[in-house]
Every structure is written in C-alpha cells, then in structure tokens.
C-alpha cells in the first residue's frame, strides 16, 4: 500500500490485515479502560545531491486485545513512500526514498493508538485458544539470532529437569520466567536495547545485557523447551502508573525502546512476560535492590502473566533485512525498533538520535 506526502490511513488493522498466523489469541480480563496515545516520528537528514533511504517500524500489524491503531499519517519531502512487510509477516515499516533533489531529507509519521492493561487470566482454560500446527511451528522455529539447538537447548534441559513431567505450559515458562529473572543481569553500559545474541551469552556465561536481550533468552529457552514464544518489540509511550520510575517515559520518548515477551499456553492462549524489567527495577529503583526486596517481589509477581500498557507494540521480527539497502544480507539487523537510515556514506546509527537527528515523542490524548 503506497503512501503519498500528506497520506492518512483510517482503520489500519482491517486495511493491513494477516491471516491466521499472527492474530492475537489470549485469554484476558476484560476490566480496564482504554487510554488513546499520539506518537510522532520525525527524522531530518542532512544529505545535499545523494540518494537517501529511511525505514520506520510501524504500530503492531494487527490488532489485540491489549493495543489497536486508530490511524497512521506520514509527512515529508520524500520522492516515495511506501509499506513494506517483511516476509515472515511479523513486521512491517515504512520505507523512505529521496532521489537527491533536496539538500535536507524530512520525514514524520503519526500514530494514534489505544492500549489498555493486559492481565492473563489463569484460572479457567478455553478449549478454543489454540495453535494450528502452522502457528505452532512458526512461534517454535529457530532462527539466526533465536537458537534452539546446542547450549540452548541442554539448558532448557536443565531447567525442566525441576519440573514434574505433568508439568504443563505455564508451569514450564514459569520455571523458565524464574531462571532468566534469578541468572541474567541488567548491565548500564550495553548500548541501546542490547542484540538478543542468546548463544553468545550463554557459551560464555555472560548473561548481562539489556531487554532485547534478556528477554530473547527467555523466548529461545522457551522455545528449545517446545513452548511457542515471541519477542514483541515496542517503545514506552506513558510514565508508570505502578510506582516504577524506571518503567515509563513520556514527552520525549526517542531512547524509551522496549522489548517484551510472550508464551503461548494451550487454553490461555498468548501469556504477557518481561524478566528484563525485572531485573530493571533491581538495578534502577533507586538502586541495586536485592532480588528479595519487597518491590522487586512485586514486579515479579506481576509481570509473569501482565503488561502495564503505557508502551506501544512495533513486531515481532527477527532476523530483517531492510528492503532496498545497499547492505543487502550483510545489513540485515536483529530486529526493527529503532528508525535506520543510509546514505551514501552507509548506514546511520539507529542508537544515536541526536547525530542521526530524529526524535520520538508520546502525547495522552484521553
């Protein structure tokens, strides 16, 4: 689907909808109100005479019980403009070409989405959330950067060597839930979200690093376990309403990327996590708390089965090679949370807003 300068698309989820494979199937409570965010992506590149291309990722390609895209709008001087979807499915953005004739390159999308609290329900199955074997088998893959053979996998062995062998889904993840949160650590210098290189850290025992990290231990670990899984990556977009300074942003929100997790569990259906804030909170409220600490006990608790949602969903892809570059496979990056660009220089760095000169801001609207 082209955009055009000064395009505006209603109803995105049914304009850009998937089939089977990546609808949502949870069971949630239905109890909270939703809240309506505007997020703006603006990036400016000074490229006089040259070529440019831009990729933006865009809102979650469908729409959930948690979060929903009200409209997308796109501004700018770019020569064309297009949707592309990588081809998994699991991830689209916005592609920006300029053929040189300006001297500044300006681009800016607007999203209007609509989130509300996500909160698993554990205490009644539904016979009909399942995965078909398409599903399950795409959500259990391993992929470059999501290994489930070698040291993955014999330590997904270890883990479940604790578990009774009646032990289901949600009692697996869970004992899994608990390895990551108790042997991986949040470490401040990893630059941005950190690669989700899973084998690289446990070959080495080097389980520091950041959410894009941590949590892709959890999903390889889970998946080498045979519990489908996925990383969905996103940006916060509110402040915390729970008490957690570390676990919001608002205004300016161009550094608050964030990777989550999900599990799927037959009869619950997609299952909410996020270990890496976990270990967020004992590093940064205020500082260094133990893992018994009365907070860090709390957060534990809450974020096996449930998402505060003042952060937005982008995908859940892995392993993407941006359509068009001149890098081609040699550029391919490990997942799309960040803007990227190249010129003809070569590629821009996603992790440096300020030289690469784009901002992200977040505005509650109701």
């Given at each position: 689907?082209?955009?055009?300068?000064?395009?505006?698309?209603?109803?995105?989820?049914?304009?850009?909808?998937?089939?089977?494979?990546?609808?949502?199937h949870s069971s949630f409570a239905q109890s909270s109100e939703w809240k309506t965010y505007e997020i703006t992506t603006a990036i400016k590149i000074d490229a006089s005479n040259q070529k440019v291309l831009a990729w933006l990722p865009l809102p979650l390609i469908t729409n959930t019980d948690y979060f929903k895209t009200l409209?997308?709008?796109?501004?700018?001087?770019?020569?064309?403009?297009?949707?592309?979807?990588?081809?998994?499915?699991?991830?689209?953005?916005?592609?920006?070409?300029?053929?040189?004739?300006?001297?500044?390159?300006?681009?800016?999308?607007?999203?209007?989405?609509?989130?509300?609290?996500?909160?698993?329900?554990?205490?009644?199955?539904?016979?009909?959330?399942?995965?078909?074997?398409?599903?399950?088998?795409?959500?259990?893959?391993?992929?470059?950067?999501?290994?489930?053979?070698?040291?993955?996998?014999?330590?997904?062995?270890?883990?479940?060597?604790?578990?009774?062998?009646?032990?289901?889904?949600?009692?697996?993840?869970?004992?899994?839930?608990?390895?990551?949160?108790?042997?991986?650590?949040?470490?401040?210098?990893?630059?941005?979200?950190?690669?989700?290189?899973?084998?690289?850290?446990?070959?080495?025992?080097?389980?520091?690093?950041?959410?894009?990290?941590?949590?892709?231990?959890?999903?390889?670990?889970?998946?080498?376990?045979?519990?489908?899984?996925?990383?969905?990556?996103?940006?916060?977009?509110?402040?915390?309403?729970?008490?957690?300074?570390?676990?919001?942003?608002?205004?300016?929100?161009?550094?608050?990327?964030?990777?989550?997790?999900?599990?799927?569990?037959?009869?619950?259906?997609?299952?909410?996590?996020?270990?890496?804030?976990?270990?967020?909170?004992?590093?940064?409220?205020?500082?260094?708390?133990?893992?018994?600490?009365?907070?860090?006990?709390?957060?534990?608790?809450?974020?096996?089965?449930?998402?505060?949602?003042?952060?937005?969903?982008?995908?859940?892809?892995?392993?993407?090679?941006?359509?068009?570059?001149?890098?081609?496979?040699?550029?391919?990056?490990?997942?799309?949370?960040?803007?990227?660009?190249?010129?003809?220089?070569?590629?821009?760095?996603?992790?440096?807003?300020?030289?690469?000169?784009?901002?992200?801001?977040?505005?509650?609207?109701a």
């Open positions: 689907m082209p955009f055009t300068r000064r395009s505006f698309i209603k109803s995105t989820a049914s304009a850009l909808a998937l089939p089977s494979l990546y609808m949502a409209s997308i709008n796109t501004d700018g001087n770019a020569s064309r403009t297009s949707i592309f979807k990588t081809p998994t499915g699991d991830t689209q953005m916005l592609q920006a070409q300029w053929d040189g004739s300006d001297s500044t390159c300006n681009l800016s999308t607007t999203f209007v989405v609509t989130t509300r609290e996500r909160n698993n329900v554990f205490n009644a199955a539904d016979k009909t959330l399942l995965l078909n074997k398409e599903e399950r088998k795409f959500w259990l893959r391993s992929t470059e950067f999501l290994p489930t053979d070698g040291i993955v996998l014999s330590t997904a062995k270890n883990i479940m060597q604790s578990l009774p062998k009646t032990a289901n889904e949600i009692e697996k993840a869970k004992a899994i839930y608990n390895w990551v949160v108790e042997n991986t650590f949040r470490s401040p210098t990893t630059k941005g979200c950190g690669i989700g290189d899973v084998k690289f850290m446990l070959e080495t025992n080097n389980l520091g690093g950041k959410c894009a990290d941590i949590n892709a231990v959890f999903v390889a670990l889970a998946r080498s376990a045979g519990i489908p899984a996925r990383d969905v990556y996103g940006i916060r977009i509110n402040d915390s309403a729970r008490g957690y300074k570390s676990l919001g942003r608002s205004g300016d929100i161009s550094k608050a990327q964030h990777c989550r997790a999900e599990f799927f569990a037959n009869g619950y259906g997609w299952i909410a996590v996020d270990p890496a804030d976990v270990r967020k909170v004992i590093l940064e409220e205020p500082t260094n708390l133990t893992i018994n600490d009365p907070k860090v006990i709390a957060i534990r608790d809450y974020l096996f089965g449930n998402w505060e949602m003042n952060w937005m969903a982008y995908n859940y892809g892995h392993d993407i090679v941006l359509p068009n570059s001149a890098l081609g496979n040699k550029g391919k990056i490990n997942f799309l949370m960040y803007p990227q660009a190249e010129t003809k220089e070569g590629r821009l760095d996603s992790l440096d807003p300020a030289n690469f000169s784009y901002k992200i801001s977040s505005k509650l609207l």
